[in-house]
């Protein structure tokens, strides 16, 4: 059975890696939860785009994960973090380049977050597991902001 996470992303060359080679990339020991067959949210920080006070966070795709997790044969370097697993994603939609639907906007409807004060917490992660219900809920707010990965990657190419 396919569970379905959060793929939280806080730096702007993560993102664009991710959406245009559609892996993900992990530092060791932290893919645990991750499984082929898995739904997976793309999930933009605040501060994914290097200003927090102008940006929200946003879920902006929908993806499922590929192939199984493993040991990337070159680890990956993006600014000061390396990453040494990895998996592939078949992306399936995208919003806009700094678009999508603000989680913040739907956190106390969440069972992911029993505190909707703290939340931000739980934030703190590469990956963030969901239950059923907010999956959901989740999926069904964004899916009307999601368009075709194919009419939208090249903004990630660009900026």
């Not at 806080?10 to 067959?37: C, H, I, N, Y």
């Not at 703190?124 to 969901?130: E, I, K, N, P, Q």
Request: one cysteine or more.
């Amino acid at each position: 059975m396919s569970v379905t996470h959060l793929l939280i992303l806080s730096d702007r060359e993560a993102l664009r890696w991710v959406v245009t080679e559609q892996r993900m990339a992990f530092p060791a020991g932290r893919s645990k939860p991750v499984s082929e067959g898995d739904e997976i949210f793309l999930y933009t920080t605040r501060g994914c785009f290097r200003n927090p006070t102008r940006d929200r966070g946003r879920l902006m795709g929908r993806a499922t994960v590929s192939s199984p997790v493993g040991s990337m044969s070159k680890p990956l370097s993006i600014g000061e973090r390396t990453f040494s697993e990895g998996c592939d994603l078949r992306i399936h939609a995208l919003a806009g380049w700094r678009e999508g639907l603000v989680l913040s906007d739907f956190v106390p409807r969440l069972e992911v977050f029993p505190d909707p004060v703290t939340w931000s917490v739980r934030m703190r992660r590469a990956v963030l597991s969901l239950p059923d219900r907010d999956a959901n809920l989740l999926r069904a707010a964004v899916t009307p902001l999601l368009r075709a990965y194919d009419d939208v990657v090249e903004q990630y190419r660009q900026d």
